[in-house]
């Protein structure tokens, strides 16, 4: 199960929710350290807005306010950093034990573990990188994203960022994961733990994720399986002016348990020809 103080959440979020709902109260004291406590506590870890719960991933959307509070109340500011300036109302972190390659940057309100490498990427405010996760060159962990142990972001990989509404599941990776170059996945599609996504596919909350590998499809939507080998791919669908190709993703194959990680996923790229 993943690390939730829940102890801090029951302190901090009746504050978050009442402040929300009437934002007069960002000028009391209680409430302004509130919300400042709760951006550390997102920063540090020990709390994050997604966690896996028994069946499903479960969303704390008193975080998510707690994110759009802060702006709020933030001002913007000028930042600096050897010859490069920007202006911005939240600063930018380097988290112990990371990697950032220049010009990579993580924003304050994020949390990446030890051990992980930020290539020039960019990881946003209440994002979640898990231990020793690559984020490679260009890709985007969006806000409020959660990325699990050992993933593979390859270059200009996007995944979606989602503050509002706050109830909105966020895009989530879980571990072991591999994501090929130029994918883009968003609207809080889970990618399960040690999937295969294959360089270019798009993957949105209506993407057809069909598995090709039986005698007949089956079809998801929002959810890559565990383990699967997944490419982009085309449906046929009839428009008023003719067919047209539709964009899909087909499910061509999985990773095998029976070998490691690392063999499992040069297996999977070469016998299946996924380009990454």
């Known amino acids: 199960m993943t690390l939730f103080d829940e102890t801090l959440a029951e302190q901090l979020q009746p504050l978050i929710e ?44 008193w975080l998510k306010q707690a994110i759009l509070l802060y702006f709020g109340i933030c001002p913007v500011e000028r930042w600096e950093a050897g010859a490069v300036a920007w202006q911005d109302k939240i600063k930018t972190q380097v988290p112990a034990g990371v990697r950032i390659v220049p010009p990579g940057m993580v924003r304050y309100g994020a949390h990446v573990a030890k051990g992980c490498v930020i290539m020039p990427g960019y990881v946003n405010i209440g994002a979640y990188v898990d231990e020793g996760t690559m984020v490679d060159t260009w890709a985007t962990v969006g806000s409020c994203a959660q990325v699990g142990k050992h993933v593979h972001l390859s270059g200009g990989v996007g995944l979606g960022g989602v503050l509002e509404p706050p109830s909105a599941r966020p895009v989530i990776i879980e571990d072991g ?62 428009f008023a002016a003719g067919e047209y190709g539709v964009p899909c993703a087909l499910v061509i194959g ?13 297996q999977a790229l070469r016998e299946f020809n996924v380009s990454v």
């Open 18 to 61: 009442q402040a929300f709902a009437d934002r007069a109260l960002v000028h009391h004291m209680e409430h302004r350290d509130a919300i400042f406590a709760t951006m550390e506590a997102l920063t540090k870890g020990s709390l994050r807005v997604a966690t896996r719960g028994a069946d499903d991933w479960l969303v704390h959307a």
């Open 177 to 238: 994961a591999f994501i090929g170059s130029r994918a883009v996945i968003v609207e809080g599609v889970v990618v399960e733990r040690e999937a295969v996504v294959g360089a270019g596919v798009i993957l949105t909350a209506s993407t057809p994720i069909i598995d090709v590998t039986g005698d007949s499809p089956r079809e998801w939507k929002g959810r890559v399986p565990a383990r699967s080998v997944v490419i982009a791919g085309t449906r046929a669908k009839k």
């Open 254 to 266: 999985e990773r095998k348990e029976s070998t490691d990680k690392k063999t499992s996923l040069e």
